[in-house]
């Protein structure tokens, strides 16, 4: 496991970073461990708040750098990269401004002289992957040091340079040492931190293989664990949505960060042959007119994936799709040009054995059905294993938010294609993990909420 940086959108080689050690790990872990012990929990919330209010100042103050790195490093359009680095800035804010409330002591109705305490648990190991490399450790990292606990963040490794500025912004801020930790570390060595003591919960972002091994290891030791493992989300266009409007959408919520977002838009399921048709010609017809380029230009809707490895399971995948008896309407292929590129692809006649019905695609693959009936459209986006997010499409919002009860999970957005934000709470049901971040609820997943009672 090697973290280096390599321009997705040339494949060229940047810079190198060395794995850290055993003992180096080690050290690190010991510094956040009798940082919370002997400093960090004990400080008033008020002054964590100051502290990283003013992490959040600097990230302000550098914005173009960090965006610029986000693009460098992952193939980020830079525009999106702006987008991801002001929604970061939107968490700290918002946290900033309602944390103290959140952890506030909660009396208890029933028992006026009882209350329910909000304490932190200590170390909090996160794993986090490269697709939105600030946004993934903010959901994690700025609730919880706010809250007293302390953090190490093991990065994905082909975004190096991202996680030393994001750390770095912890340190500017003249926050302790221990209470922010980048890690360049194995897989193994993560695992020996899982089965630490000290380590009191773990949060991870990654592939539902990656979340069941963290989620066996950690149950192992008692740690409380979040998973966010993805998931194929589905966009159901019911019969009295706009077509025109829902292609639009559906071409951004699947190309999207180069459709490599674990809440992008992976399956439209229309009601209505005849609708279903129109559609998936809409549709044709707008993946055909995508500008793939380099994701500096500002012309440019979509962008390299963020590695070769990304781009060549995917092409596995499209292969994999055929061979099962997939028809693929468009795209499909490498882009002949320097650094990791796939067309922008379209597969209808996806059997129930077709290994694309049950997959998530990471990237810029979009699955099609037709149905004749709602209930079909739901059965349909329910007989997966992932449970992340969903989409509905329909004028009729009260109708489509009575649909958005029946479908499996964690999340739901009517008539968008997404619409993250601080105060939304992230996460999804069945093998896409459990848990949230972001919210009252993500401030909360690694708090003890302990019950003090005075006895009359």
């Not at 919330?45 to 992490?55: C, G």
């Not at 986090?128 to 490399?133: D, G, K, M, Y």
């Not at 059905?369 to 992340?388: C, H, K, P, R, S």
Request: with cysteine; charged share 25%; hydrophobic share 40%.
């Amino acid at each position: 496991m090697k973290f280096h940086t390599i321009n997705p959108a040339t494949g060229e080689f940047i810079k190198e970073f060395p794995n850290q050690t055993d003992t180096e790990v080690s050290e690190l872990l010991h510094t956040a461990h009798t940082s919370f012990q002997q400093d960090w929990k004990w400080r008033p919330i008020s002054e964590r708040i100051s502290m990283v209010k003013k992490a959040g100042a600097i990230l302000k103050e550098k914005r173009d750098y960090f965006a610029q790195l986000a693009t460098l490093e992952m193939g980020k359009i830079s525009r999106f990269s702006y987008l991801e680095v002001d929604l970061v800035v939107g968490i700290f804010d918002y946290y900033i401004a309602n944390a103290e409330k959140m952890l506030a002591p909660k009396k208890i109705e029933e028992e006026k002289d009882a209350a329910i305490l909000s304490e932190p648990l200590g170390v909090i190991l996160a794993i986090e992957p490269w697709n939105f490399p600030y946004y993934q450790l903010a959901r994690v990292a700025i609730p919880q040091i706010i809250a007293g606990n302390v953090v190490l963040i093991k990065h994905a490794e082909n975004v190096p340079q991202c996680a030393l500025a994001f750390a770095e912004l912890f340190k500017e801020a003249g926050i302790p040492d221990g209470v922010y930790t980048n890690l360049f570390c194995s897989i193994e060595q993560v695992g020996q931190l899982i089965d630490d003591f000290r380590v009191r919960g773990v949060a991870l972002t990654g592939s539902e293989r990656a979340g069941i091994s963290v989620g066996e290891r950690a149950g192992r030791n008692l740690k409380k664990v979040i998973l966010e493992l993805g998931g194929s989300d589905p966009a159901l266009i019911l019969k009295g949505a706009s077509l025109d409007y829902a292609a639009e959408q559906i071409v951004m919520g699947r190309t999207y960060n180069s459709g490599q977002g674990c809440v992008n838009i992976k399956r439209v399921i229309v009601v209505g042959q005849e609708r279903g048709q129109k559609m998936l010609e809409l549709l044709k017809e707008r993946f055909a007119k995508i500008k793939v380029g380099d994701p500096n230009d500002e012309s440019t809707a979509l962008g390299p994936l963020a590695s070769e490895r990304a781009l060549n399971g995917l092409l596995k995948q499209i292969e994999d799709a055929e061979l099962a008896g997939g028809s693929l309407v468009i795209g499909g292929k490498r882009i002949n040009r320097p650094g990791f590129y796939l067309e922008p692809t379209i597969f209808t006649n996806i059997s129930k054995d077709n290994p694309l019905y049950k997959q998530e695609a990471f990237g810029p693959v979009l699955s099609f059905y037709v149905v004749d009936t709602e209930e079909q459209a739901i059965n349909l986006a329910n007989d997966i294993d992932y449970g992340l997010g969903s989409y509905i499409f329909d004028e009729d919002t009260e109708h489509a938010k009575h649909m958005a009860t029946k479908i499996e999970s964690g999340m739901v957005y009517i008539n968008s294609c997404f619409s993250d934000a601080p105060y939304l709470p992230f996460g999804g049901i069945k093998n896409s993990g459990f848990g949230r971040e972001l919210s009252e609820l993500g401030i909360g997943e690694f708090i003890n909420r302990k019950m003090v009672r005075v006895a009359e």
